[in-house]
Antibody
Framework: EVQLVESGGGLVQPGGSLRLSCAAS????????MTWVRQAPGKGLEWVST????????YYADSVKGRFTISRDNSRNTLFLQMHSLRAEDTAVYSC???????????WGQGTMVTVSS | EVVMTQSPAALSVFPGESATLSCRAS??????LAWYQHKPGQAPRLLIY???IRAAGIPARFSGSGSGTEFTLTISSLQSEDFALYYC?????????FGGGTKVEIK
């Protein structure tokens, strides 16, 4: 059974940092590109970042470019999102997602809440 | 950036009736279009990918159509469990983009 379990969210002050993790199981993690998607309170889904299978290629939404870094550890089947210079508008539930093919996502985690507030 | 526009924003339907949801892309995305169902407190569920291919385990009452810039999700004979938010997403271009969603409500 495919499982994606996020952790690392919490309350952080503006300008602060957080590191999110996504523990994957039930599939061969290393052969899939992986993605972070977020949903702000009362808003829709927003793609945040994608990383290739080996980590050599990364893609970011303009809203997070230069502040967030996606990475992965295939030996630990874990995806990460390092977030710096956090802003109030980064407040959201952050979920990791596995693609079925291309970038249509067939499995999502339940998400971890990040609240940026003073 | 490809802007995805969904319409209507909300749709009230009697159980047993059908619902037609639209998704328009600001530029051509070929057939690289997915539909998701999202319920509060749950992870999004992939319904359709490749514009018209049902994902595993998705009932036949869900069907997708379209290509290029105009796409449609049709839910025939709505069941109680189908009342939810629905999002389209293009994966033809970076950045990946989602539509704003259509809420399907019970009439």
């Amino acid at each position: 059974e495919v499982q994606l379990v996020e952790s690392g969210g919490g309350l952080v002050q503006p300008g602060g940092s957080l590191r999110l993790s996504c523990a994957a199981s039930g599939f061969t993690f290393s052969v899939y590109a992986m993605t972070w998607v977020r949903q702000a309170p009362g808003k829709g889904l927003e793609w945040v970042s994608t990383i290739s299978t080996g980590g050599g290629s990364t893609y970011y939404a303009d809203s997070v470019k230069g502040r967030f870094t996606i990475s992965r550890d295939n030996s630990r089947n874990t995806l990460f999102l390092q977030m710096h210079s956090l802003r109030a508008e980064d407040t959201a539930v952050y979920s990791c997602a596995k693609p079925l093919r291309s970038n249509a996502f067939d499995f999502w985690g339940q998400g971890t809440m990040v609240t940026v507030s003073s | 950036e490809v802007v995805m526009t969904q319409s209507p924003a909300a749709l009230s339907v009697f159980p047993g009736e059908s619902a037609t949801l639209s998704c328009r892309a600001s530029q051509r995305v070929s057939s690289n279009l997915a539909w998701y169902q999202h319920k509060p407190g749950q992870a999004p569920r992939l319904l359709i990918y490749g514009a018209y291919i049902r994902a595993a385990g998705i009932p036949a009452r869900f069907s997708g159509s379209g290509s290029g810039t105009e796409f449609t999700l049709t839910i025939s004979s709505l069941q109680s469990e189908d009342f939810a938010l629905y999002y389209c997403q293009q994966y033809n271009n970076w950045p990946l983009t989602f539509g704003g969603g259509t809420k399907v409500e019970i009439k």
